[in-house]
């Protein structure tokens, strides 16, 4: 019970658009910077960053 207590959920939007589209979880601790990946955007139709939103 006690190892899910670090982990935080996180949504993923995409740079360009601003559109939400991915959820994830990380954890604070051990990465308290922002999450950013190379993700697939729908509303782009291409490969675009996404990065962690508050």
Known sequence: MG???MRKKVVL???ECASRNYSTNKNS???P???EARKY???CGK???HRETK
């Open 3 to 5: 190892r899910r207590k």
């Open 13 to 15: 939007a995409c740079v």
């Open 29 to 31: 601790s051990i990465n």
């Open 33 to 35: 910077e922002r999450l």
């Open 41 to 43: 955007c729908k509303n």
């Open 47 to 49: 490969h675009t960053l």
